[in-house]
């Protein structure tokens, strides 16, 4: 699926304006071109990332994704966590790197934004990354979150690794000892009873 090439012109003219609310304003229409409702096999399938099959790719210019990276370094941390977000519609090495990076953002609500994004693109790439903030982080909301989407990823990994339809989107399954093991240690070693309670109900659905 093919975006104007004016929409995202003046996507690109609105990222470049020194005022943060027209920045703000690209950013957020960026974000939501994440999403679409399609079919797969007859059904109806969850909101979520366009899959580069066929002709429903989302295509959106490289100059664009340049141009989203660059903001991740704004002096705004609205404009840093909106970047993040809007960068979940490219699913490759350099935006992996760069969302990745932002886990160290002094901003919690930056961070929080990235882990969304992670959430969305949901790369087993983003694991090691994930765990680091969910055993490191000083905030307990952002481990919380961190937490939540290391299940989500590997659930998306263990059901792609059993799907006999052949339509795998990955480079395997992941390596459920070694994540589960992760879990534990969280589990056990933090001093919050949340982080502990979250990381319990994780193994305990990722085992079930």
């Known amino acids: 699926m093919n975006l104007p090439k004016n929409t995202q012109e003046r996507w690109l003219k609105q990222l470049k304006s020194s005022e943060s609310t027209e920045q703000l304003t690209a950013l957020a229409k960026i974000g939501r071109s994440f999403f679409r409702l399609h079919e797969v096999a007859g059904r109806r399938d969850e909101w979520g ?3 580069t099959d066929g002709d429903t790719k989302l295509e959106l210019s490289n100059s664009l994704k340049k141009s989203l990276i660059d903001k991740l ?3 705004d941390p609205d404009v840093r966590g909106a970047s993040a977000l809007a960068l979940a519609n490219w699913d490759d090495t350099e935006v992996i790197k760069s969302i990745s990076a932002l886990l160290e953002d002094p901003q919690p609500d930056v961070r929080l934004s990235a882990i969304q994004a ?3 693109m949901k790369s087993p790439e983003f694991l090691d990354h994930l765990f680091e903030t969910a055993e490191n982080d000083c905030e307990e909301l952002v481990q919380a979150h961190a937490i939540s989407t290391i299940g989500k990823i590997i659930s998306k990994e263990n059901e792609e690794a059993n799907d006999t339809s052949g339509a795998v989107y990955t480079s395997g399954p992941v390596s459920a000892h070694e994540d589960l093991e992760r879990l534990t240690h ?3 070693g933090d001093t919050s009873s949340y982080i502990t309670f ?3 109900q994780t193994i305990e659905h990722l085992t079930s």
């Open 49 to 51: 990332p366009i899959r």
């Open 186 to 188: 969280i589990k056990n």
């Open 73 to 75: 370094s704004s002096h």
């Open 118 to 120: 992670m959430e969305r």
């Open 198 to 200: 979250l990381a319990d």
